[in-house]
């Protein structure tokens, strides 16, 4: 038995177990390794009563184009085989043609397994696709799981029999078999990342350190392939003694987990929640930073999707509807109530009172009230949302804090710090209401008359306790 059709026999005996009765799509391009991995199938299927569909998409990219979907008919008729042919009509962009033949490919594989009952499609990369694809993501910075390459199977339902053929015997299986094969003259231009990698750097890497280089790539990812097969196992068990049913992920449990599973935990809890594709590696660093001891506020996620840190959990916040409001400044004046119905505020102000306490009998147990030195008023006594550059000085403190970096300690939702009502007295910010009380018309020894403010929500938005 030829070297190429021993290997695609065993790789079958591991991807299809129980052969008897099943249904195998064969993808054929036309190209070498595609027509090759089938051929090898044909001879391999009768003694496994395996069914074989060769399935071709035609993408339109190219002149040949037509050309290779003739050659791939004529082999179907040698083979006897059936042959599904999907054409496809290009989009007008260039940019990601790529990716859209990938996607549209998939596509179809996946429409033509469930329309015709197959259980299984069979794909024809190769050892030398494998060593490719590991040495472009080693290049792109890729962890471990982009290490591990392209796994044999995938999905339960895509299958990889050729990863342990190399190129070469493939070349020598075809001139054996004296089958024809069509060459994608793209496959050669160096403007590509891949080609570049296939026709320069492996063979420098061949003949600079070892003629073995595409061997020793694909072993690299077997070897991660299975690491990361029982890691990813590890995390899901895990998983589920970090996160609780309402989806909320204790920070207490991810840091009873090992180091090494805490990343995976994190990006399975993500995964879970629909955040998936747009995802990167970057995103999921900001994330562990959050979860970790001293991380605080929020992650901006893809598509407006944020992880927020509330006290020793994270949780996963949708993406906010923001509306578009129009800026308030309204006057308070003692016995005055004040509503802002665009904004969803109450503000409530007392008439002037006397004031005969010592001044720490101001401080109020309710943190939407304060109390301010009657006499401050005359300067002028406002309500608005912040303005960039706002900054308040706490009372009790000598130096200043930006107002936005008292919304984000004190946990007020993103959403909502655009209306949020300020309240001053002259140009100083004298209160961030449920926040920060000022320095500005504080109670004194000397106080006094005062006056009591009150700001709510509305009933209908909700209180922000």
């Not at 059936?82 to 990601?96: A, F, I, M, N, Q």
């Not at 007392?350 to 001044?359: A, E, H, I, K």
Request: overall charge positive.
């Amino acid at each position: 038995m030829l070297s190429l059709m021993r290997k695609v026999s065993v790789a079958l005996s591991r991807l299809l177990p129980e052969p008897q009765g099943k249904r195998l799509g064969v993808a054929v391009s036309g190209g070498p390794d595609s027509v090759a991995l089938c051929d090898a199938l044909v001879q391999l299927a009768p003694a496994r009563g395996i069914q074989l569909t060769v399935l071709h998409v035609n993408h339109r990219l190219r002149p040949q184009a037509d050309a290779e979907q003739q050659l791939v008919e004529q082999l179907c008729r040698r083979w006897q085989l059936p042959c599904l042919v999907e054409v496809l009509s290009p989009p007008e962009r260039h940019s990601g043609i790529e990716a859209w033949a990938r996607q549209e490919r998939y596509r179809f594989f996946q429409r033509v397994r469930d329309d015709h009952g197959l259980d299984a499609v069979a794909v024809a990369h190769t050892l030398d696709d494998q060593a490719e694809t590991v040495l472009f993501r080693l290049l792109r910075g890729a962890a471990r799981r982009g290490l591990a390459g392209m796994p044999a199977t995938r999905g339960g339902w895509l299958i990889r029999p050729l990863l342990d053929c190399s190129r070469q015997e493939v070349m020598a299986y075809l001139g054996t078999r004296q089958l024809p094969y069509t060459v994608d003259p793209s496959n050669a231009d160096l403007r590509y990342t891949r080609n570049k990698i296939r026709h320069l750097l492996l063979p420098f890497l061949a003949r600079e350190f070892t003629p073995r280089i595409c061997s020793h790539l694909a072993n690299l990812a077997k070897v991660m392939r299975d690491e990361e097969d029982w890691l990813e196992a590890q995390a899901r068990a895990a998983y589920m003694r970090v996160v609780a049913p309402s989806q909320v992920l204790s920070l207490v449990c991810l840091q009873a987990e090992p180091a090494a599973l805490r990343m995976r935990i994190l990006r399975h809890w993500l995964e879970q929640n629909g955040q998936t594709g747009e995802l990167g590696f970057v995103h999921l660093e900001a994330v562990a930073r959050l979860s970790a001891p001293g991380g605080r506020g929020q992650v901006t996620l893809p598509r407006g999707v944020s992880v927020q840190r509330v006290g020793n959990t994270l949780r996963i916040a949708p993406p906010a509807r923001i509306e578009t409001l129009s800026p308030y400044c309204c006057v308070l004046t003692p016995g005055q109530e004040v509503v802002l119905p665009q904004a969803g505020w109450r503000v409530m102000v007392s008439p002037l009172q006397p004031w005969n306490d010592p001044p720490h009998s101001a401080r109020s147990a309710d943190r939407w009230q304060a109390i301010f030195d009657g006499a401050c008023l005359g300067q002028g006594f406002f309500v608005r949302p912040m303005q960039p550059g706002d900054r308040i000085r706490p009372l009790g403190m000598q130096g200043h804090r930006k107002v936005h970096d008292v919304f984000i300690d004190a946990k007020i939702p993103r959403h909502h710090r655009q209306a949020f009502p300020l309240i001053l007295i002259g140009q100083e910010i004298a209160w961030v209401p449920g926040c920060v009380r000022g320095e500005t018309a504080r109670i004194t020894a000397a106080t006094r008359c005062i006056c009591r403010v009150t700001v709510n929500p509305l009933p209908e938005k909700g209180k922000l306790c």
